[in-house]
């Protein structure tokens, strides 16, 4: 209500906030006021973008009265919110996505066609925010939408990085960033809050000092930003409700210094500012690699300290007795990049609150959960010393003391055994000396996960094994999952009018229902209709991609296609040489073509910029592409395609369209995956390594309808302890050798030879992710492929079995599983 805390007199004031009347003339003239207020033009006046923002305040009007109540009800209620902390949200766009949760889709659709307009020209206005890199970014995204539809009262924290992930673009096959400016044109699905920024400080000193006869110490900073929060309403899919994503802005406390403007020096008078604002300039672009920069580290503090500071004094009520704070919270920690917020509550219950250090340890212990999403060694994020303790003194402090009783516990529990307690410090002292954030997160998390089966073992077993022997209770698995509403309901639409003449409409929120779907894979005509669901997904991505200036796809072609981020250990380069070796078998004529089915290979990826041999990478993708494509003697056969600048939307297009999932990661490597199950979800079959939630999905999906290769995890690690050359295996294989070779030749580089040949002896004598180990038995699986796609009334019956065998990966499922096994936290009515 607008009454809260002021007196007003007008009774308009006293009433509820209501939305505008749910039908087409509600709709048409709310947006059309929109237009006129808002936007400042008349409907003839109006350009497209105009029309879009009027529509997004529209649709924002409709949400508005529930997000109120939700808010509300959050500070009221005595239920645990879910602070979900995490550095990257990878959105997607927004407007489908509120229209169809809040059920306005046919509505809208329908005012604006009354007003002469095209919505979906309005759709393509839209700039997805690229608020993250990769899977880590959009299974934040999923969760929030899963904990919406659940009505869990959750908040998503994060930054609001005013460049999001770069664009991409090629020249000459060759990756080249550009920035991501997705706030040109407005940023119609947030709310600026400069009233309740807070202060975040940096640098400077610790002191003692005498408070009323204790000892106690404070933090003396030397520089502070203001962290402004921007909200974003998350809907429930039709629930009415609306929960939070509150992102931060950083802004100079005093951005402009007038006095040195006046004198002239018009860089020094902005300096301030623009110091300041860099700390959410941009998204950092890695991926699986954290990049050591300071300006990372502050980035990280800057929106732990903020979130705390916001849940503790703006969330909760006034009088809130701290020491209940973990009956009111947990916050998830999305990987190691919101870590340094363990000593940050322990700083505001100690040096603030004036807790006792026990006290503060044990509220701050049931506080925090850790979900770890890698097992790469070199991905676990570490911070220097020097570089902790220049930025943030009193927090190293802190470390250190949650570390000196930590390895107590350690040394009652296991003895002085001092190689143990080198190796389980949260201090690391080699090659120097450095805060190890997942160690930390480890001490003080109340659960520990991994994101997917094979993946939280291998964290028990290997990466924080003696963790795991000191706190067995402590670890935990939740398999990741992905929002059936945008990857499913609106990226499909033509499969789900299917299912729910099928099923009926309640799988969208239950999708375990798709089983149902299982008695329909022997029907010869939902077959066909499933068929002919995925032809015309085919079809509708070829004009996206023509659209964009893209060779179409052919008619009959087998879509295959790896989307993900390029990394060596996800191994591009194997799916390349199966590429290489295909085209080159029918050229010379070793390969029986009709054995070989016609196929369009689909690859979407962005590298980080700093990482050489990903770019190499792509390079020799592009390369391929090129030859193989414009070669008169596989053509109508082979056909490879890349579109620049991978992302949510162009993923939206691409996974409903596909019929083979590339899931090639060396067994080990890939935490879990979620593309994986967004593709068996929408009926790619799947080509796939034991690894990550690739074992679940072939458990559940079965053998038949998986083409499983490659050595197992032990395998791989019994290959290593061996010795493993590469060579030999380039020596032993002639395909591989001509495949190789045939790269090493310059057949894809005008003849120059030098081009690919970082890349190639990177194989021969190094191959870390050991592609040449896996070619032979690659190849087999895909000929297997081959084989069952030549029949098609097996091939569409595997596709359905996936289909309906997917319902475990729904994020709903993983929000149960977090909510049972490490938040406690229910949802509310
Ligand atoms: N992941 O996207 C990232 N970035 C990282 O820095 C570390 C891991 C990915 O997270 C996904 C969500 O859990 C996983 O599915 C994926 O295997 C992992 O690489």
Redesign the pocket.
Known sequence: ENTSELRPTHPLAIAPVVAPAASVDGFAKQFLQNLNFDQGVTLSTSDVNDQYLALAYTVRDYLMARWFDDRAQQKAQQNKTVCYLSAEYLLGRQLDNNLLASRLTDIATEALAQCGIDIDDLRQVEIEPGLG?????R?AACFIDSLATMSVPTIGYGIRYEYGIFRQAFADGQQIEQPDAWLRMGSPWDFAHPEAAQTISFAGTTETYDDDGVERTRWVPEWNVLAVPYNMMVPGYHNGRVNTLRLWRAVATNAFDLHTFNSGDYVESVRAQTFAENISKVLYPE??TPQGKELRLQQQYFFVAASIADFIGNVLPDDFDIEKLPERVIFQLN?THPVIGVPELMRVLVDEKKLEWDAAWAITQKCFAYTC??LLPE?LEVWSVDLLGRLLPRHLEIIYRINDEFLLEVRERFGDDEMLIRNMSIIGEHPSRSVRMAYLATVAGSKVNG?AELHSQLLRDNVLKDFAEMWPDKFTNVT?GVTPRRFLRLANPELSDLITEALGAGWTVDLERLRGLEALADDVDFRERFAAVKASNKRRLSRVLEARGEAPLDDGHMLDVMIKRLHEYKRQTLKVLHIVSTYEGIVSGRLDVDAVQPRTFLFGAKAAPGYGMAKRIIHLINAVGEVVSADERVKGKLKVLYPANYNVTLAERIIPAADLSEQISLAGK?????GNMKLALNGALTIGTDD?ANVEIRKLVGDDNFFLFGMSEPEVEALWAEGYRPADFYQDDEELRRAIDLIASGAFSDGDRSVFEPLVSNLLYDDRFMALADFRSYLDAQDRVDAAYADQDSWVRSAILNVARSGYFSSDRAMRDYLERIWHATPVS
């Open positions: 890199n990769g899977g880590l970014g299974l991926d699986s990987d999403h890698t991905a994101v990741n890939e935490a879990s995956g979620t990550g």
